[in-house]
Antibody, heavy 120, light 107 residues
Framework: QVTLKESGPALVKPTQTLTLTCTFS??????????VTWIRQPPGKALEWLAR???????FYSTSLKTRLTISKDTSKNQVVLTMTNVDSVDTATYFC????????????WGQGTLVTVSA | DIQMTQSPSSLSASVGDRVTITCRAS??????LTWYQQKPGKAPNLLIY???SLQTGVPSRFSGSGFGTEFTLTIDSLQPEDFATYYC?????????FGLGTKVEIK
């Protein structure tokens, strides 16, 4: 059974660094073709693709956010970590992690999401 | 970045109606197009991948078509549980991008 779950702080102050963890089970990020992606959704708005990490440790980032994002993985813990520096109120959103199993890259399993509010 | 434009942004329909949602890509994406359904407070749910392949477990009233820059999601005989927001997403080039969504509401 595949599951993903996001964790991290619910409240972050402006200019701080946000660290989110995606803990998954039921698959391995050592498997060829496997990818985990972070996606966010501000309240009442659309989905936004943020970053992806692959089984071979390739990493890809949103064009507009790439200077602020870092994605990494710990395959021994079945975790993917996303850090976002210098957060602002516009970063208030629900953050999801999701899995893709091949290069067609459709997300067949998602975490439940975690709401992060940026406020002083 | 490839822009994904969905239309309409919202629509009202009745149970039993046939609904069509369009997604246009700013450049050709072959068939690297996925459709998701999202209900309030929930994560998106995969409906259609590679433009026209139905995900396991998704009712057959959902179908997708298209290639290149123009794609459609069709719901035949809309059911009460289909009232939700639908998103398209391209995976042809990085960064991946989503459309802004189409909200399907009850008439």
């Amino acid at each position: 059974q595949v599951t993903l779950k996001e964790s991290g702080p619910a409240l972050v102050k402006p200019t701080q660094t946000l660290t989110l963890t995606c803990t998954f089970s039921g698959f391995s990020l050592n498997t060829s073709g496997m990818r985990v992606t972070w996606i966010r959704q501000p309240p009442g708005k659309a989905l936004e693709w943020l970053a992806r990490i692959d089984w071979d440790d390739d990493k890809f980032y949103s064009t507009s956010l790439k200077t602020r994002l870092t994605i990494s993985k710990d395959t021994s813990k079945n975790q993917v970590v996303l850090t976002m520096t210098n957060v602002d109120s516009v970063d208030t959103a629900t953050y999801f992690c999701a899995r893709a199993v091949n290069s067609w890259e459709y997300f067949d399993y998602w975490g439940q999401g975690t709401l992060v509010t940026v406020s002083a | 970045d490839i822009q994904m434009t969905q239309s309409p942004s919202s629509l009202s329909a009745s149970v039993g109606d046939r609904v069509t949602i369009t997604c246009r890509a700013s450049q050709s994406i072959s068939k690297y197009l996925t459709w998701y359904q999202q209900k309030p407070g929930k994560a998106p749910n995969l409906l259609i991948y590679t433009a026209s392949s139905l995900q396991t477990g998704v009712p057959s009233r959902f179908s997708g078509s298209g290639f290149g820059t123009e794609f459609t999601l069709t719901i035949d005989s809309l059911q009460p549980e289909d009232f939700a927001t639908y998103y398209c997403q391209q995976s042809f080039s990085k960064p991946r991008t989503f459309g802004l969504g189409t909200k399907v509401e009850i008439k």
